[in-house]
Protein backbone atom coordinates (compact mmCIF):
# COMPACT_ATOMS: atom_id res chain seq x y z
CA UNK A 1 0.00 0.00 0.00
CA UNK A 2 1.48 3.31 -0.92
CA UNK A 3 0.39 6.93 -0.74
CA UNK A 4 0.64 8.63 -4.03
CA UNK A 5 2.50 12.00 -4.26
CA UNK A 6 0.50 14.72 -6.12
CA UNK A 7 0.35 15.32 -9.43
CA UNK A 8 0.37 18.41 -11.35
CA UNK A 9 -3.24 19.27 -12.99
CA UNK A 10 -4.18 18.77 -15.96
CA UNK A 11 -2.63 21.99 -18.54
CA UNK A 12 -4.96 25.16 -18.09
CA UNK A 13 -6.80 25.52 -22.00
CA UNK A 14 -6.29 29.19 -23.32
CA UNK A 15 -9.81 30.05 -24.79
CA UNK A 16 -13.43 29.03 -25.30
CA UNK A 17 -14.91 27.44 -28.09
CA UNK A 18 -15.85 29.58 -30.77
CA UNK A 19 -18.99 27.19 -31.12
CA UNK A 20 -20.40 25.04 -28.43
CA UNK A 21 -19.39 21.38 -29.21
CA UNK A 22 -21.90 18.90 -29.97
CA UNK A 23 -23.12 17.48 -26.98
CA UNK A 24 -23.65 13.42 -27.37
CA UNK A 25 -26.93 12.40 -27.18
CA UNK A 26 -29.21 9.32 -25.70
CA UNK A 27 -27.81 7.44 -22.79
CA UNK A 28 -23.92 7.66 -21.15
CA UNK A 29 -21.18 6.89 -23.68
CA UNK A 30 -18.94 3.94 -23.11
CA UNK A 31 -15.46 4.63 -25.12
CA UNK A 32 -13.61 0.92 -26.09
CA UNK A 33 -11.71 -0.22 -28.79
CA UNK A 34 -13.57 -2.72 -30.41
CA UNK A 35 -11.13 -5.05 -31.24
CA UNK A 36 -10.31 -5.36 -27.29
CA UNK A 37 -14.27 -5.62 -26.61
CA UNK A 38 -14.63 -8.49 -28.87
CA UNK A 39 -11.62 -10.49 -28.03
CA UNK A 40 -12.83 -9.76 -24.00
CA UNK A 41 -16.49 -11.46 -24.90
CA UNK A 42 -14.52 -14.19 -26.87
CA UNK A 43 -12.96 -14.81 -23.92
CA UNK A 44 -15.69 -14.63 -21.63
CA UNK A 45 -17.77 -17.37 -24.12
CA UNK A 46 -15.05 -19.53 -23.90
CA UNK A 47 -14.25 -19.79 -20.33
CA UNK A 48 -17.47 -20.21 -19.56
CA UNK A 49 -18.14 -23.66 -21.69
CA UNK A 50 -17.96 -26.87 -20.49
CA UNK A 51 -14.41 -27.48 -21.50
CA UNK A 52 -12.67 -24.77 -19.53
CA UNK A 53 -10.16 -26.29 -17.27
CA UNK A 54 -10.96 -26.80 -13.23
CA UNK A 55 -9.35 -24.19 -10.73
CA UNK A 56 -6.24 -25.02 -9.67
CA UNK A 57 -5.97 -26.89 -6.09
CA UNK A 58 -4.71 -25.35 -3.04
CA UNK A 59 -1.80 -27.02 -3.60
CA UNK A 60 -0.89 -25.38 -7.21
CA UNK A 61 2.02 -23.38 -7.21
CA UNK A 62 1.95 -20.04 -8.93
CA UNK A 63 4.32 -21.96 -12.23
CA UNK A 64 1.44 -24.54 -12.02
CA UNK A 65 -1.51 -22.00 -12.68
CA UNK A 66 0.27 -20.00 -14.92
CA UNK A 67 1.24 -22.88 -16.91
CA UNK A 68 -2.36 -23.58 -17.04
CA UNK A 69 -3.80 -20.28 -18.01
CA UNK A 70 -1.09 -20.31 -21.14
CA UNK A 71 -2.69 -23.77 -22.31
CA UNK A 72 -6.35 -21.94 -21.67
CA UNK A 73 -5.18 -18.79 -23.68
CA UNK A 74 -5.74 -16.34 -21.36
CA UNK A 75 -1.95 -14.88 -20.65
CA UNK A 76 -3.07 -11.16 -21.78
CA UNK A 77 -5.96 -10.70 -19.54
CA UNK A 78 -7.07 -6.99 -19.78
CA UNK A 79 -6.05 -4.58 -16.73
CA UNK A 80 -8.21 -1.99 -15.61
CA UNK A 81 -7.50 1.00 -13.51
CA UNK A 82 -9.66 1.86 -10.83
CA UNK A 83 -10.48 5.16 -9.55
CA UNK A 84 -12.89 4.61 -6.39
CA UNK A 85 -14.10 8.10 -4.40
CA UNK A 86 -15.77 9.12 -1.32
CA UNK A 87 -16.09 12.09 1.04
CA UNK A 88 -15.37 12.10 4.65
CA UNK A 89 -16.40 9.34 6.40
CA UNK A 90 -16.80 7.18 3.02
CA UNK A 91 -13.70 5.12 4.05
CA UNK A 92 -15.58 2.14 5.13
CA UNK A 93 -17.74 2.21 2.02
CA UNK A 94 -14.73 2.37 -0.14
CA UNK A 95 -12.68 -0.49 1.19
CA UNK A 96 -15.95 -2.29 1.04
CA UNK A 97 -16.10 -1.58 -2.58
CA UNK A 98 -12.56 -2.09 -2.87
CA UNK A 99 -12.52 -5.64 -1.65
CA UNK A 100 -15.68 -6.71 -4.21
CA UNK A 101 -13.91 -5.58 -7.21
CA UNK A 102 -10.51 -6.45 -6.29
CA UNK A 103 -8.34 -8.34 -8.60
CA UNK A 104 -4.76 -8.31 -8.21
CA UNK A 105 -4.30 -8.29 -11.96
CA UNK A 106 -6.17 -4.82 -11.64
CA UNK A 107 -4.88 -1.32 -10.66
CA UNK A 108 -6.54 0.82 -7.51
CA UNK A 109 -6.69 4.38 -6.25
CA UNK A 110 -8.33 5.31 -3.82
CA UNK A 111 -9.55 8.89 -3.16
CA UNK A 112 -10.90 10.81 0.17
CA UNK A 113 -11.44 14.21 -0.85
CA UNK A 114 -9.95 16.82 1.22
CA UNK A 115 -13.07 17.33 3.18
CA UNK A 116 -12.01 14.40 4.89
CA UNK A 117 -9.21 14.59 7.77
CA UNK A 118 -5.63 13.15 7.09
CA UNK A 119 -6.17 9.95 9.63
CA UNK A 120 -9.46 9.01 7.62
CA UNK A 121 -6.72 8.14 4.68
CA UNK A 122 -4.14 6.38 6.90
CA UNK A 123 -6.86 4.00 8.60
CA UNK A 124 -8.00 3.17 5.27
CA UNK A 125 -4.65 2.66 4.21
CA UNK A 126 -4.02 0.62 6.97
CA UNK A 127 -7.94 -1.29 6.81
CA UNK A 128 -6.89 -2.33 3.04
CA UNK A 129 -2.91 -3.49 3.69
CA UNK A 130 -4.77 -5.79 6.47
CA UNK A 131 -7.52 -7.01 4.75
CA UNK A 132 -5.55 -7.95 1.66
CA UNK A 133 -3.28 -9.76 3.66
CA UNK A 134 0.14 -7.86 2.57
CA UNK A 135 -0.94 -8.41 -1.22
CA UNK A 136 -1.88 -4.72 -1.33
CA UNK A 137 0.74 -3.44 -3.89
CA UNK A 138 -1.59 -2.70 -6.48
CA UNK A 139 -3.71 -0.23 -4.17
CA UNK A 140 -2.77 2.82 -3.43
CA UNK A 141 -4.31 5.87 -1.49
CA UNK A 142 -3.91 9.19 -2.31
CA UNK A 143 -1.97 11.37 -0.10
CA UNK A 144 -3.03 14.82 -1.34
CA UNK A 145 -6.35 14.60 -2.31
CA UNK A 146 -8.59 17.23 -4.16
CA UNK A 147 -11.75 18.62 -3.47
CA UNK A 148 -14.79 16.83 -5.26
CA UNK A 149 -17.92 18.34 -5.09
CA UNK A 150 -20.97 16.62 -7.63
CA UNK A 151 -22.18 19.99 -8.68
CA UNK A 152 -19.01 21.42 -9.40
CA UNK A 153 -15.84 21.56 -11.66
CA UNK A 154 -13.97 19.30 -8.72
CA UNK A 155 -15.52 16.47 -9.35
CA UNK A 156 -14.17 16.53 -13.02
CA UNK A 157 -10.86 17.61 -11.75
CA UNK A 158 -10.46 14.87 -9.26
CA UNK A 159 -11.07 12.18 -12.08
CA UNK A 160 -8.34 14.11 -14.36
CA UNK A 161 -6.09 14.16 -10.83
CA UNK A 162 -6.78 10.51 -10.41
CA UNK A 163 -6.66 9.08 -13.97
CA UNK A 164 -3.14 10.84 -14.45
CA UNK A 165 -1.60 9.53 -11.25
CA UNK A 166 -2.90 5.99 -12.49
CA UNK A 167 -1.16 6.47 -16.04
CA UNK A 168 1.81 7.17 -13.69
CA UNK A 169 1.87 3.92 -11.55
CA UNK A 170 1.73 1.70 -14.39
CA UNK A 171 2.18 1.27 -18.39
CA UNK A 172 -0.15 -1.78 -17.86
CA UNK A 173 -3.06 -1.15 -17.74
CA UNK A 174 -5.73 -0.64 -20.47
CA UNK A 175 -9.07 0.49 -19.36
CA UNK A 176 -9.98 3.19 -16.65
CA UNK A 177 -13.23 3.13 -14.44
CA UNK A 178 -14.11 5.87 -12.31
CA UNK A 179 -16.28 4.56 -9.14
CA UNK A 180 -18.29 5.99 -6.64
CA UNK A 181 -18.35 5.24 -2.88
CA UNK A 182 -22.26 4.60 -3.57
CA UNK A 183 -21.19 2.23 -6.44
CA UNK A 184 -20.82 -1.49 -6.30
CA UNK A 185 -20.18 -4.63 -8.72
CA UNK A 186 -22.06 -7.13 -9.91
CA UNK A 187 -19.70 -9.38 -11.27
CA UNK A 188 -16.75 -10.84 -10.05
CA UNK A 189 -13.86 -9.56 -11.75
CA UNK A 190 -13.07 -12.79 -13.73
CA UNK A 191 -14.14 -11.49 -16.66
CA UNK A 192 -15.27 -8.03 -16.19
CA UNK A 193 -15.25 -5.69 -19.02
CA UNK A 194 -17.30 -2.84 -17.07
CA UNK A 195 -14.74 -0.07 -18.79
CA UNK A 196 -15.52 3.91 -18.99
CA UNK A 197 -13.03 4.73 -21.10
CA UNK A 198 -9.46 3.00 -23.11
CA UNK A 199 -5.96 4.32 -21.72
CA UNK A 200 -5.79 5.52 -25.32
CA UNK A 201 -8.64 8.07 -24.87
CA UNK A 202 -7.43 9.04 -21.41
CA UNK A 203 -4.30 9.54 -22.76
CA UNK A 204 -5.46 11.62 -25.27
CA UNK A 205 -7.44 13.60 -22.44
CA UNK A 206 -4.53 14.09 -20.45
CA UNK A 207 -0.99 14.23 -22.28
CA UNK A 208 -2.14 14.12 -26.13
CA UNK A 209 -0.94 17.71 -28.19
CA UNK A 210 -5.04 17.70 -29.39
CA UNK A 211 -6.30 21.22 -27.73
CA UNK A 212 -9.82 19.99 -27.88
CA UNK A 213 -9.87 18.27 -24.30
CA UNK A 214 -8.56 21.57 -22.75
CA UNK A 215 -10.51 23.56 -24.54
CA UNK A 216 -13.49 21.40 -23.27
CA UNK A 217 -12.59 21.65 -20.24
CA UNK A 218 -12.12 25.77 -19.87
CA UNK A 219 -15.68 25.32 -21.55
CA UNK A 220 -17.46 22.92 -18.69
CA UNK A 221 -15.69 24.17 -16.02
CA UNK A 222 -18.83 27.21 -15.60
CA UNK A 223 -21.25 24.35 -16.01
CA UNK A 224 -22.99 22.62 -13.15
CA UNK A 225 -21.61 18.56 -12.92
CA UNK A 226 -19.39 19.10 -15.67
CA UNK A 227 -18.30 15.30 -14.99
CA UNK A 228 -21.55 14.25 -16.41
CA UNK A 229 -20.60 15.28 -19.86
CA UNK A 230 -17.00 16.60 -20.39
CA UNK A 231 -15.71 12.75 -21.32
CA UNK A 232 -18.77 12.18 -23.37
CA UNK A 233 -18.73 15.21 -25.09
CA UNK A 234 -14.70 14.82 -25.97
CA UNK A 235 -15.37 11.26 -27.56
CA UNK A 236 -18.15 13.05 -29.57
CA UNK A 237 -16.23 15.73 -30.94
CA UNK A 238 -13.05 13.71 -31.57
CA UNK A 239 -12.66 12.27 -35.25
CA UNK A 240 -10.43 10.21 -33.61
CA UNK A 241 -12.26 8.58 -31.24
CA UNK A 242 -16.13 8.76 -31.76
CA UNK A 243 -16.74 5.66 -33.69
CA UNK A 244 -15.21 3.65 -31.16
CA UNK A 245 -18.24 4.46 -28.90
CA UNK A 246 -21.02 1.84 -27.89
CA UNK A 247 -23.63 3.81 -25.78
CA UNK A 248 -23.97 2.18 -22.66
CA UNK A 249 -22.15 2.90 -19.49
CA UNK A 250 -22.97 -1.06 -18.17
CA UNK A 251 -23.92 1.02 -14.73
CA UNK A 252 -27.92 -0.20 -13.33
CA UNK A 253 -29.29 2.97 -12.13
CA UNK A 254 -33.03 3.98 -11.61
CA UNK A 255 -34.58 7.71 -11.31
CA UNK A 256 -36.26 9.52 -8.83
CA UNK A 257 -39.35 10.25 -10.44
CA UNK A 258 -39.95 13.39 -8.46
CA UNK A 259 -36.84 14.96 -9.97
CA UNK A 260 -35.24 13.04 -12.60
CA UNK A 261 -31.81 14.80 -11.43
CA UNK A 262 -31.17 12.16 -8.92
CA UNK A 263 -30.42 8.06 -8.95
CA UNK A 264 -32.75 6.49 -6.47
CA UNK A 265 -31.21 4.72 -3.57
CA UNK A 266 -31.65 1.12 -4.62
CA UNK A 267 -32.65 -1.70 -2.47
CA UNK A 268 -33.81 -5.54 -1.46
CA UNK A 269 -36.50 -4.36 -3.83
CA UNK A 270 -34.59 -4.23 -6.67
CA UNK A 271 -31.84 -7.14 -6.26
CA UNK A 272 -33.72 -9.29 -8.78
CA UNK A 273 -34.31 -6.89 -11.59
CA UNK A 274 -30.41 -5.68 -11.32
CA UNK A 275 -29.48 -9.23 -11.00
CA UNK A 276 -31.28 -10.19 -14.35
CA UNK A 277 -29.93 -6.55 -15.91
CA UNK A 278 -26.91 -8.32 -17.00
CA UNK A 279 -24.61 -4.73 -16.48
CA UNK A 280 -21.41 -5.24 -14.43
CA UNK A 281 -22.33 -2.25 -12.20
CA UNK A 282 -25.06 -0.70 -9.69
CA UNK A 283 -25.95 2.84 -7.92
CA UNK A 284 -26.59 4.01 -5.78
CA UNK A 285 -26.10 1.92 -2.28
CA UNK A 286 -27.13 3.88 0.99
CA UNK A 287 -24.01 2.54 3.30
CA UNK A 288 -24.43 -1.05 4.69
CA UNK A 289 -27.56 -1.82 2.53
CA UNK A 290 -28.65 -5.01 3.25
CA UNK A 291 -29.00 -5.03 -0.55
CA UNK A 292 -25.19 -5.24 -0.51
CA UNK A 293 -24.77 -8.52 1.56
CA UNK A 294 -27.36 -10.02 -0.94
CA UNK A 295 -25.09 -9.29 -3.41
CA UNK A 296 -22.16 -10.45 -1.89
CA UNK A 297 -23.63 -13.59 -0.86
CA UNK A 298 -25.21 -14.60 -4.18
CA UNK A 299 -23.92 -13.03 -7.08
CA UNK A 300 -20.18 -12.15 -5.92
CA UNK A 301 -19.58 -15.32 -3.49
CA UNK A 302 -17.74 -12.97 -1.02
CA UNK A 303 -17.87 -13.42 2.88
CA UNK A 304 -18.12 -10.65 4.99
CA UNK A 305 -14.37 -8.24 5.11
CA UNK A 306 -12.98 -10.59 2.66
CA UNK A 307 -12.00 -10.20 -1.44
CA UNK A 308 -14.17 -11.72 -4.14
CA UNK A 309 -12.95 -14.91 -4.66
CA UNK A 310 -11.44 -15.32 -8.73
CA UNK A 311 -9.15 -18.05 -10.40
CA UNK A 312 -6.03 -16.36 -8.52
CA UNK A 313 -7.31 -17.87 -5.27
CA UNK A 314 -5.78 -20.84 -4.34
CA UNK A 315 -7.83 -21.79 -1.39
CA UNK A 316 -6.49 -21.77 2.51
CA UNK A 317 -7.11 -22.22 6.25
CA UNK A 318 -10.12 -21.03 7.92
CA UNK A 319 -12.86 -20.94 5.22
CA UNK A 320 -11.15 -18.27 3.12
CA UNK A 321 -10.51 -19.27 -0.26
CA UNK A 322 -8.06 -16.51 -1.25
CA UNK A 323 -5.86 -17.36 1.75
CA UNK A 324 -3.35 -18.53 -0.79
CA UNK A 325 -3.01 -16.71 -4.09
CA UNK A 326 -1.63 -17.76 -7.27
CA UNK A 327 -1.25 -16.76 -11.07
CA UNK A 328 -4.04 -13.57 -11.64
CA UNK A 329 -3.91 -14.96 -15.11
CA UNK A 330 -6.07 -17.96 -14.24
CA UNK A 331 -9.32 -16.72 -14.52
CA UNK A 332 -12.49 -18.19 -13.09
CA UNK A 333 -15.84 -16.60 -14.10
CA UNK A 334 -18.17 -16.14 -11.68
CA UNK A 335 -21.93 -16.19 -12.01
CA UNK A 336 -23.12 -13.73 -14.04
CA UNK A 337 -20.32 -13.97 -16.50
CA UNK A 338 -22.28 -14.89 -19.06
CA UNK A 339 -25.05 -12.51 -18.66
CA UNK A 340 -22.14 -9.96 -18.93
CA UNK A 341 -20.90 -11.51 -22.01
CA UNK A 342 -24.58 -11.46 -23.87
CA UNK A 343 -25.69 -8.09 -22.95
CA UNK A 344 -22.25 -6.71 -24.74
CA UNK A 345 -22.99 -8.75 -27.42
CA UNK A 346 -25.98 -7.27 -27.92
CA UNK A 347 -24.61 -3.86 -27.84
CA UNK A 348 -22.15 -5.14 -30.10
CA UNK A 349 -24.52 -6.14 -33.15
CA UNK A 350 -24.96 -3.58 -36.14
CA UNK A 351 -28.68 -2.24 -35.44
CA UNK A 352 -27.23 -1.48 -31.95
CA UNK A 353 -23.58 -0.13 -32.36
CA UNK A 354 -24.01 1.95 -35.27
CA UNK A 355 -27.30 3.66 -34.44
CA UNK A 356 -25.86 4.71 -31.49
CA UNK A 357 -22.79 6.26 -32.25
CA UNK A 358 -21.91 9.96 -32.23
CA UNK A 359 -20.43 10.40 -35.89
CA UNK A 360 -20.69 13.73 -37.08
CA UNK A 361 -19.89 13.44 -40.69
Not at 53 to 62: G, Q, Y
Not at 318 to 333: A, M, Q, T
Request: with cysteine; hydrophobic share 40%; net charge positive.
Amino acid sequence: MHSTPPHPPPPHPQSFPHNSPKDPRGHPLLCVLLLSLLSLLLLLLSLSSPHSPPPPSSSSSDAAASAAAAAAGVAEIPSIAYLISGRSGDGDRILRLLLAAYHPGNLYLLHLDRAAPRAQRERLARAARAALRGGARNVHVVGEPDFANPRGASALAAALHGAAVLLRLSPRWGWFVNLDASDYPLVTQDGDSSVILSRKFIEYCILGTNNLPRTLLMYYSNMPSPHLNYFHTVLCNSPEFNRTVVNHNLHYVTWDMSSRKEPRLLTLDDVANLTRSGVAFATQFAKDDPALDRIDQEILGRGPGRVVPGGWCLGGGRGDPCSKWGSPNVLRPGRRAMDLANAIAQLLTPENLYSHQCIWD
